[in-house]
């Protein structure tokens, strides 16, 4: 049996976490906590071909795929950004490519973070959600092809 956890109780850990401060202050503090806990991607992986498209502030990412689950790492110049590039991959990494492309992410609802965020943070955001699926999306059709 294992103890990994799925990815909708590490969203529930992380609004609970949240649902501790009482001020967006204090919210934007553990996020940027959350960033600065954060390892630093190798300079090999910081180029253009790895950089997230619609990010105003400067977001790499790389995934690879082993065992059968994808694992993300990333990097921003920005700590909000590299805060909430901590939070996604907190969720995602670890998980099957079919458990990522499933996860709704409602947490990023339920801790307010879409109406606290200015819109050009909120579509990086959006971006970062949709590189990662899409890397899900390119491992499971390899996972396919190799198991016909």
């Excluded at 401060?21 to 919210?27: L, V």
């Amino acid at each position: 049996m294992t103890t990994e956890k799925k990815i909708a109780d590490i969203e529930t850990d992380i609004v609970e976490e949240f649902a501790l401060f009482d001020s967006w202050d204090e919210k934007y503090e553990y996020i940027i906590d959350m960033g600065k806990k954060l390892k630093p991607l190798e300079e090999q992986y910081k180029k253009d071909e790895n950089k997230i498209k619609g990010c105003q502030s400067t977001v790499w990412m790389i995934s690879e795929f082993r065992d059968g689950k994808v694992w993300y790492r990333a990097e921003s110049d920005a700590v909000i950004v590299k805060g909430l590039v901590s939070m996604l991959i907190r969720v995602l990494s670890g998980h099957s490519p079919k458990e990522i492309l499933d996860a709704e992410l409602g947490f990023i609802d339920r801790i307010g973070m879409k109406q606290h965020l200015a819109q050009t943070r909120s579509n990086g955001l959006l971006a970062m959600v949709k590189q990662m699926k899409l890397d899900a999306t390119v491992y499971l059709a390899q996972q396919q092809l190799n198991s016909n």
